[in-house]
């Protein structure tokens, strides 16, 4: 599973690029083999003034052979943020996957 980081109007850092993939391996790891790719943005919606719920995470999951799955959430503290959405993530695609194995019984 390849994961690719994109900033928008954040710093990329080692500390919120690990815990970017320490999430999502955590959450995808036994799904990882059926996800090719998970694309993740990172942007500050007020380009770094202060606000509440500015930190944005959209994370998009590339299932093999599937249409991608796409979550958000948007909170003040973007670790808590990068947090919450690859919780979100883990579950659509648990859930997509799911659905299919049902589907296919």
């Given amino acids: 599973m390849q994961i690719q980081i994109n900033y928008g109007d954040i710093d990329g850092s080692d500390a919120i690029q690990t815990r970017v993939h320490n999430q999502l391996n955590r959450e995808l790891q036994y799904l990882a083999d059926r996800v090719t790719r998970v694309e993740v943005h990172l ?15 959209v994370m998009e999951a ?20 990068i947090d919450e959405t690859a919780g979100k993530l883990g579950r659509a695609v648990k859930k997509h996957f799911d ?5 296919a019984r």
Avoid at 49 to 55: E, L, R, T, V
Wanted: proline share 5%.
């Fill in 62 to 81: 590339r299932p093999a052979g599937a249409k991608p799955i796409t979550v958000n959430h948007a909170g003040e503290d973007i670790y808590k943020v």
């Fill in 99 to 103: 659905k299919a194995a049902h589907e």
């Fill in 43 to 57: 942007r500050d919606d007020n380009a770094g003034k202060a606000g509440s719920n500015d930190k944005r995470a």
